[in-house]
Structures are given as C-alpha cells and as structure tokens.
C-alpha cells in the first residue's frame, strides 16, 4: 500500500485528470500509479491533501459516520465578534442542512507562503482556526458567509493527527508509518 501527504497548491484540482479547464492538477505534481486523494480540496483552497491505494483508509477518512477532525486556517474578512464564533462552533443552518458542532477561534497569523494570486480584503481581516469533523462542499465558506464573514484564503494544516508540518508548497512525501497507524486508529 502507498500512502502520501501533499502540500497542494492554490489553483490545483485534486484529480489526476482535467476536464479540458486548463486547471493544473496533481498529476503535474505527482508521478505515482493508482494512488487517489482521500477526499478533496477545492481549486482555490490549499494544504494538506492525502493520496493512498488503500480503498478502506479512503472510505474510512471520507465518510462522516468516522467524525475524523480536520483541521484547516481561515482568513476572513469582518469582525469576528465572539458570539459569530459561538454560533459558528454551534453549527449554523445552511441552505440545505445544520452543520454539526465544529471548533473555531482567533489564531495569530499562521505564516504562512504567499499565494501566487493575492488575497485582496477590502476590510480588517483575522485568522480562524477551524475544527471539522464533517465535509460538505465549499463547507467552511458556507458557514462564515452565514454569519457575516468572507473568507479570503482556506489552508488544510492537519487530518487527525497528521499534520502537514514543513512540507513545501507543491511537495510530497511518503507517510511514516506511525502515521498511517494514527490515521487507521
């Protein structure tokens, strides 16, 4: 079984394959057979993006009934008032569903490397840390636009225990196996 931690860039699908867009993809990335992303990223989100052949670890890490937290860094745009992260970390209604409970609060700037295509607020911005352990599509912009904030920029620094750690932008690497084994627990 092959198990990789990518460090995906803004502006990259997370497939193989491009359905004529003229996006890049992970195949500009990374040159190795029958390997799948768990899950995914939008184009305009980046970090920590997981790539296995092991089917069961992809069901396991995708479906929701295993509450596998996620950790991502949010840039958003207005003032995140205490009682906007209160109602964030309570879960919001959305068009379709209430988000299940999730963890937000202020972080210090998380240093970030500089996006190829700049972020541009019009507004006094903070950085979020957030906590999922659901995944809808395009879920985090969802729930900050339900309360007033614009998110800027979406960073994925962590699945479980696994964290992206210093790896470069557009690099990968093979999974230790301690960490497969907490991905797996």
């Avoid at 957030?130 to 900050?144: D, P």
């Avoid at 699945?159 to 960490?179: H, N, S, Y």
């Amino acid at each position: 079984m092959r198990y990789i931690i990518f460090n995906k860039p803004y502006d990259v699908l997370s497939q193989f394959t491009d359905e004529d867009t003229g996006h890049a993809t992970l195949k500009q990335f990374i040159d190795v057979p029958d390997v799948y992303a768990a899950g995914r990223l939008d184009r305009d989100s980046e970090g920590l993006l997981l790539l296995t052949d092991d089917g069961a670890l992809i069901k396991r890490l995708t479906d929701p009934k295993h509450h596998i937290e996620k950790t991502y860094y949010v840039l958003v745009e207005g003032d995140p008032a205490s009682e906007k992260l209160d109602k964030l970390s309570a879960g919001v209604q959305l068009k379709d569903h209430f988000t299940k409970p999730a963890k937000f609060r202020l972080i210090p700037d998380p240093n970030l490397s500089p996006r190829p295509k700049p972020v541009t607020p019009h507004g006094p911005t903070s950085w979020l840390e957030v906590k999922l352990r659901e995944g809808k599509k395009r879920q985090i912009r969802h729930m900050t636009a339900a309360v007033g904030l614009f998110t800027l920029r979406i960073f994925r620094a962590a699945i479980g225990e696994v964290k992206l750690g210093d790896l470069q932008v557009g690099q990968w690497r093979d999974l230790k196996a301690d960490e497969v084994q907490l991905l797996k627990k």
